[in-house]
């Protein structure tokens, strides 16, 4: 076991709201504390009360603001600095690990205060596609930040293309992490497994790019040949006008709007799926939910997206259709449906992938990233003490 670290997990997002680098960082400190690592998580937040983290640091209120075709809740006050100052100070962090270091001020003002010689500054790229900043001169207000950095993640080859063209340099690959075990154990929903009925799932927030409607163009195709069919459809939001068209135009039936579900019914609502459906459209940098429901056991149909396309291999773990392609989402959820067997062995396939994903691996990844990081920057400042004397 590595020597105690005292680490900052810091957010520019508000730490209330559920999302993927919400979660991303829960997790992560959970293993580390677990290994006997002290943790604070760093984030804005609507209230201190709302985040059940006795080690959280709230800093600040955020701001909700279009972000890749969704929401993001950051921060742009401009008077925490000080107190920034305050709690580095105070804390004196072996690591500060800042997650999407350029969205908001929070990330900028921790790297342009942390002492290199005693805090080792990590940054995790999670986003593909997410700002078009960078795209407008942005890239060069951030460059400065970005060398104060000593070590750089990217969560996935997608966001690693897509950080890197605009931020040259080293980086790490380490993927977003799971519980594969919550999902594995769970128990599935026995009156919809009951029923003699077929569930198809869906979940994540109702937002265009996450492609329902053409999820709903593809079940509508499918009722005709599988009248026991149900699509079970779980998230946040309300469905947009298309999908509302759809259901209403074709008389569908057997459609089930969850809305929003406890993390403990997310982990049944996998198992209970008989074919998982992720029809996203783009500007996915990661397919956490593909990992989610492999490690449930459900076979999966996603679009040939990039982020999805590196974490599943068509027909090995699943199917991968073209976006925005209910004809070929539906002919896919088709071959699955006549085949059990299929379902069994891509189930299978799945169930060894999503091994490498557990989270103490990934952990113990980005642990030892960290010295791997300080090291490397311990030797160049020896090398550039040695030319300067020289």
């Known amino acids: 076991m590595k020597a105690h670290r005292k680490i900052a997990l810091v957010s520019p997002y508000d730490h209330a709201f559920h999302g993927g680098v919400a979660d991303h960082i829960n997790s992560l400190a959970g293993q580390f504390r677990e290994w006997g690592h002290t943790v604070k998580i760093v984030a804005p937040c609507k209230s201190a009360e709302a985040v059940e983290d006795d080690d959280f640091i709230p800093m600040g209120r955020a701001v909700p603001i279009p972000s890749g075709g969704s929401i993001a809740r950051v921060s742009f006050s401009v008077w925490l600095k000080p107190r920034i100052k305050q709690m580095l100070e105070r804390e004196s962090f072996d690591v500060v690990h800042i997650h999407e270091p350029f969205a908001g001020l929070i990330s900028k003002d921790m790297l342009s205060l942390i002492n290199p010689a005693e805090s080792t500054a990590i940054g995790t790229f999670h986003t593909y596609e997410g700002t078009r900043l960078y795209k407008i001169g942005a890239k060069h207000l951030a460059m400065p930040y970005f060398r104060m950095l000593q070590g750089r993640i990217a969560v996935s080859r997608p966001a690693y293309e897509f950080i890197s063209r605009h931020f040259p340099g080293d980086y790490d690959i380490i993927p977003n992490g799971i519980q594969v075990d919550d999902f594995a154990n769970a128990e599935p929903f026995k009156h919809l497994k009951s029923d003699g009925m077929v569930n198809l799932l869906f979940l994540g927030r109702l937002e265009k790019r996450k492609g ?50 406890s993390d403990e019914d997310k982990f049944r609502y996998y198992k209970t799926a008989d074919i998982y459906c992720a029809p996203a459209t783009g500007k996915e940098s990661f397919g956490i939910v593909l990992l989610e429901a492999m490690a449930a056991g459900a076979p999966i149909v996603a679009s040939a997206i990039e982020g999805y396309s590196s974490v599943i291999t068509h027909g090995r773990e699943g199917f991968l259709t073209p976006p925005k392609d209910e004809d070929a989402l539906a002919d896919a959820i088709a071959t699955l449906l006549m085949d059990p067997q299929l379902r069994r062995r891509l189930s299978a396939a799945g169930t060894m992938n999503v091994q490498d994903y557990r989270w103490e691996r990934v952990a113990r990844r980005v642990m030892d990233y960290y010295d791997a990081s300080r090291e490397a920057w311990l030797e160049s400042v020896s090398h550039r003490a040695v030319g300067m004397r020289g």
């Open 212 to 261: 329902l409607k053409y999820l709903l163009g593809a079940f509508s195709k499918l009722k005709w040949d599988w009248p026991n069919l149900r699509l079970l459809v779980a998230g946040s939001g309300k469905p947009d006008a298309d999908s509302l068209r759809i259901i209403s135009e074709r008389n569908l039936q057997d459609v089930v709007f969850l809305g929003r579900v």
